[in-house]
């Protein structure tokens, strides 16, 4: 058992050791510190919230992958330092199971932790299983909407919406033409961001060449968890004539931006603001926007309707009207390509108002 890299020292050691050696079987603790004063008691700005604090279970990947786990994390810490409560975020084990997921989710609940947030789809199994053994305790997936419980809220996203946003971008910032989707897994999920890919680079220029490749068949094969995968893509797409790449990878989209940085062409970032990300300051120059999904703003809300009593259950379905979704403008190098920035403004406003409907199936 042993604490994440760079986790924050916790004021409440007793409290971690005891969760820690109930959970080492599947997976590792992230952290329980004390951020702000009277954390340690786990308490809250309300008075009638009686939980620990919010239990965050990572995806693939882990907390750094600067993108979709970073992304929830954030609204972890956002919650915990406005609602002043106490909370654990746990890392994934290598090669774990299903059952292995429900265990930790199960004693998170045991511990006393509401919500009890699954970072990902891989965790719907788990969720289901936990919420019928725990009807007391609120618990949210993020990117699945097969669960259905009273006591259990689906957050979900119009990722191809904010894909589309980064087609339009992309076919206006390239220069020969020729731009390239990196998929981590060949799944449902990222067909969405395919989907929106190219339907957004078609319709500034249904001509432009598109290169498309998924890392693995499925999840546990490393896709969305391999930086060295992603960067052997980008390079394959780069090669083949490429100038503009957008990863839908998570983690292994780290390494389509370090080698599109490398080779100087442009990557768009997915799910967090990936021209912020510290792990990526070195290629930022060349990172030309990113697809947001405000994972983080999802697990606050969630966080926040726990504390204040009224549990948000049932489908939540986010998308570029609620600001949930869009496309970030950090580089100043993209704000000022006034052609693209319009022109991706004007995409969003066409989808906003339901001129143009973004598909989600390639």
């Known amino acids: 058992m042993r604490l994440r890299r760079g986790s924050r020292i916790s004021q409440l050691a007793v409290a971690v050791a005891s969760l820690a050696l109930a959970v080492s079987a599947c997976g590792k603790t992230s952290s329980e510190a004390s951020q702000d004063e009277g954390d340690d008691k786990g308490g809250s700005s309300s008075s009638e919230y009686k939980g620990k604090g919010i239990g965050l279970a990572y995806d693939i990947g882990g907390q750094g992958d600067q993108s979709f786990n970073d992304a929830a994390y954030s609204g972890y810490a956002k919650a915990r330092k406005d609602f002043k409560i106490g909370g654990v975020d746990m890392e994934p084990g290598d090669g774990e199971s299903s059952a292995d997921k429900t265990q930790r989710l199960e004693q998170l609940a045991r511990q006393g932790y509401n919500p009890v947030i699954g970072v990902g789809f891989v965790y719907a199994p788990a969720v289901k299983e936990a919420a019928k053994k725990f009807p007391k305790v609120t618990f949210g997936i993020i990117d699945d909407n097969t669960v259905k419980a009273d006591n259990v809220a689906d957050l979900v996203f119009h990722e191809e919406q904010g894909s589309y946003l980064a087609g339009v971008a992309a076919a206006k910032a390239t220069k020969v033409d020729h731009v390239g989707f990196i998929g981590g897994v060949d799944i449902p999920l990222i067909h969405k961001f395919e989907a929106g890919f190219v339907q957004g680079v078609k319709s500034v220029d249904p001509k432009i060449k598109i290169e498309k490749r998924y890392l693995t068949e499925k999840p546990e094969e490393g896709g969305f968890a391999s930086p060295d995968k992603g960067q052997n893509a980008a390079s394959g797409q780069i090669e ?22 490398s080779q100087k062409v442009w990557a768009i970032g997915v799910d967090s603001d990936q021209y912020k990300q510290k792990a990526l300051a070195k290629y930022k120059q060349y990172i030309l926007g990113s697809a947001l999904k405000d994972v983080g703003g999802a697990v606050y809300d969630l966080t926040k309707s726990v504390v204040e009593g009224k549990p948000i259950t049932g489908e939540q379905r986010y998308d570029l009207k609620s600001g949930r979704v869009g496309f970030s403008d950090s580089n100043p190098k993209y704000t000022a390509m006034k052609d693209v920035v319009d022109a991706v403004e004007k995409a969003k406003k066409d989808i906003v108002s339901g001129k143009v409907t973004v598909k989600t199936v390639p």
């Open 240 to 261: 083949a004539g490429a100038d503009v790449l957008y990863h839908a990878a998570g983690l292994s989209g780290q390494g389509v931006i370090q080698e599109a940085g």
